[in-house]
């Protein structure tokens, strides 16, 4: 075999594979016709390059509908908050000429009212007020779980907000006859976190404690330094929950027992909810409890404030999707 | 005798508002949008407005970029259906925003809100 054909042939080799090496798949060699290793070496070039070629191509494709689907997906959840947002507005739109009538008819404004007329206004007022509490909760959720919610953190002072919360707290305990005790350690120090979302934290745990405690027992509100963290708890002497069950009450639409907790009224969101505010806070939330004994809802608070609370909760698993995830892998 | 205007652009809680002022004493106009309450803002000369967020028609920040080219310079409670964070901040930053109030309201914090800003 002639020396320069042959040396031409390797060089025309390395050239198809620095092609191939470089991203160009469509580098082809043409046979010698010669049954030797190095028309060997063609066929296996040629035959790498279409491989490649093909993968490369159904990757692409592949690709392609990743993207496609992508978009479909953001325009679904484009909608959805659209739709929640609407909603919202269209449903307390009309709610708040109700609240606002129900109340001026309450306070006597216009005209003055029989026992029974007020104790039907002060049931429409009531109810109203947790259909109010339910739309901001399928709201929160949405938010939350589309990583749209929003935090305004600043400096807040510990026996304040737990203060005002059990004060907001004392009627609806009050008409179970329930003490709400609160104990805040000394020189517990203020934290940075959004005040209002961290209020309806305590709200949601302090209402769930009133409704499944019997009346006239006492709730004890608990806030202390703990390491580097804020320690809230939340106890009550209520039915507390089963064991089984203690883990799941923080899922959404979970309820313990749905009939009957379809008679103390809530949809099972109060908890998903306050646990996405304290986790994008850089926090924990867990109940223990003993079933006929009572529940102890705690939940912390860094001392150090995460930096990107806003971004935290995109990384909250609101629906256990990652788990199932994980679970399908096992 | 202090002056208030309603703005919003759903006729009951229009009204219902101007009732709850005027049982407090107040002498009120009603408005029921941003260009409407524009046009009458500055022939009624109101101490503070009540003015719904999310109208037909002109946006907040809009009225509010609006009013300020005006005599008349009320003190404006807005009242909104959505928690006020992110970028409607801004709001705040225009003119003279001195309070929001979260619809459905209590009727004791409205109250007390536009009392404290009387």
């Given at each position: 075999?002639d020396?320069?054909?042959?040396?031409?042939?390797?060089?025309?080799?390395?050239?198809?594979i620095?092609?191939?090496?470089r991203?160009?798949?469509?580098?082809?060699?043409?046979?010698?016709?010669?049954?030797?290793?190095?028309?060997?070496?063609?066929?296996?070039i040629n035959?790498?390059?279409?491989d490649?070629?093909?993968?490369?191509?159904?990757?692409?494709?592949?690709?392609?509908?990743?993207?496609?689907?992508?978009?479909q997906?953001k325009?679904l959840?484009?909608?959805k908050?659209?739709f929640l947002?609407?909603?919202?507005?269209?449903?307390?739109?009309?709610?708040?000429?109700?609240?606002?009538?129900?109340?001026m008819?309450?306070?006597?404004?216009?005209?003055g009212?029989?026992?029974?007329q007020?104790?039907?206004?002060?049931?429409?007022?009531?109810n109203?007020?947790?259909?109010?509490?339910?739309?901001?909760?399928i709201?929160?959720?949405?938010?939350?779980?589309?990583?749209?919610?929003?935090?305004?953190?600043?400096?807040?002072?510990?026996?304040?907000?737990?203060?005002?919360?059990?004060?907001?707290?004392?009627?609806?305990?009050?008409?179970?006859?329930?003490?709400?005790?609160?104990?805040?350690?000394?020189?517990?120090p203020?934290?940075?976190?959004?005040e209002l979302?961290?209020?309806?934290?305590?709200?949601?745990?302090?209402?769930?404690?009133?409704?499944?405690?019997?009346?006239?027992?006492?709730?004890?509100?608990?806030?202390r330094?703990?390491?580097?963290?804020?320690?809230?708890e939340?106890q009550?002497?209520?039915?507390?929950?089963?064991?089984?069950?203690?883990?799941?009450?923080?899922?959404t639409?979970?309820q313990?027992?749905?009939?009957?907790?379809?008679?103390?009224?809530?949809?099972?969101l109060?908890?998903?909810?306050?646990?996405?505010?304290?986790?994008?806070?850089?926090?924990?939330i867990?109940?223990e409890?003993?079933?006929?004994?009572?529940?102890t809802?705690?939940?912390?608070l860094?001392?150090?404030?995460v930096?990107?609370?806003e971004g935290?909760f995109k990384?909250?698993?609101?629906?256990?999707?990652?788990?199932?995830?994980?679970?399908?892998?096992? | 005798?202090?002056?208030?205007?309603?703005?919003d652009?759903?006729?009951?809680?229009?009204?219902m508002?101007?009732?709850?002022?005027?049982n407090?004493?107040?002498?009120?106009?009603?408005?029921?949008?941003?260009?409407?309450?524009?046009e009458?803002?500055?022939?009624?000369?109101?101490?503070i407005?009540t003015?719904?967020?999310?109208?037909?028609?002109?946006t907040?920040?809009?009225?509010?970029?609006?009013?300020?080219?005006?005599?008349?310079k009320?003190?404006?409670?807005?009242?909104?259906?959505?928690?006020?964070?992110?970028d409607?901040?801004?709001?705040?930053?225009?003119?003279?925003v001195?309070?929001y109030?979260?619809?459905?309201?209590?009727?004791?914090v409205?109250?007390?809100?536009?009392?404290?800003?009387?």
């Amino acid at each position: 075999m002639d020396k320069t054909s042959e040396k031409d042939r390797i060089s025309e080799m390395i050239d198809a594979i620095m092609r191939v090496a470089r991203g160009d798949y469509s580098a082809q060699i043409e046979r010698s016709g010669r049954d030797d290793d190095l028309d060997s070496l063609a066929v296996g070039i040629n035959m790498m390059s279409n491989d490649i070629e093909r993968d490369i191509t159904e990757r692409k494709k592949a690709e392609e509908k990743i993207r496609e689907q992508n978009i479909q997906l953001k325009k679904l959840d484009e909608l959805k908050t659209a739709f929640l947002n609407v909603t919202s507005h269209e449903l307390r739109t009309p709610m708040t000429s109700i609240k606002g009538y129900v109340q001026m008819l309450l306070n006597q404004i216009l005209g003055g009212l029989s026992d029974e007329q007020r104790q039907g206004l002060d049931v429409i007022l009531r109810n109203t007020n947790r259909l109010d509490g339910l739309i901001q909760d399928i709201l929160d959720v949405s938010r939350l779980e589309s990583g749209t919610m929003k935090f305004i953190p600043k400096k807040t002072d510990i026996d304040t907000l737990v203060g005002q919360t059990v004060e907001t707290m004392q009627a609806s305990a009050g008409r179970k006859e329930i003490t709400i005790n609160a104990d805040i350690e000394a020189d517990v120090p203020g934290l940075i976190v959004d005040e209002l979302r961290i209020k309806q934290v305590m709200t949601n745990l302090l209402n769930n404690a009133i409704k499944f405690s019997p009346d006239g027992t006492i709730i004890n509100v608990k806030a202390r330094k703990e390491k580097n963290d804020i320690l809230f708890e939340i106890q009550d002497f209520g039915r507390g929950i089963p064991k089984d069950k203690q883990d799941k009450v923080f899922e959404t639409f979970y309820q313990v027992d749905s009939g009957e907790d379809r008679k103390f009224g809530g949809a099972g969101l109060g908890l998903a909810v306050s646990k996405g505010i304290v986790v994008s806070h850089g926090g924990r939330i867990w109940v223990e409890s003993r079933e006929g004994k009572g529940s102890t809802f705690s939940f912390t608070l860094p001392l150090k404030p995460v930096k990107d609370v806003e971004g935290r909760f995109k990384a909250i698993d609101m629906f256990g999707l990652e788990k199932t995830e994980e679970e399908e892998n096992d | 005798m202090t002056k208030v205007m309603v703005v919003d652009d759903e006729i009951d809680v229009r009204k219902m508002l101007d009732l709850m002022m005027k049982n407090e004493g107040y002498d009120t106009e009603m408005a029921e949008d941003g260009s409407d309450f524009l046009e009458k803002v500055d022939s009624f000369n109101p101490d503070i407005v009540t003015l719904d967020v999310m109208m037909p028609g002109p946006t907040t920040v809009e009225i509010l970029e609006k009013l300020k080219k005006k005599k008349s310079k009320p003190k404006v409670m807005l009242l909104t259906v959505v928690r006020f964070d992110g970028d409607e901040k801004k709001i705040f930053e225009q003119g003279n925003v001195v309070d929001y109030i979260k619809k459905p309201f209590d009727i004791d914090v409205l109250m007390d809100a536009v009392k404290k800003h009387e």
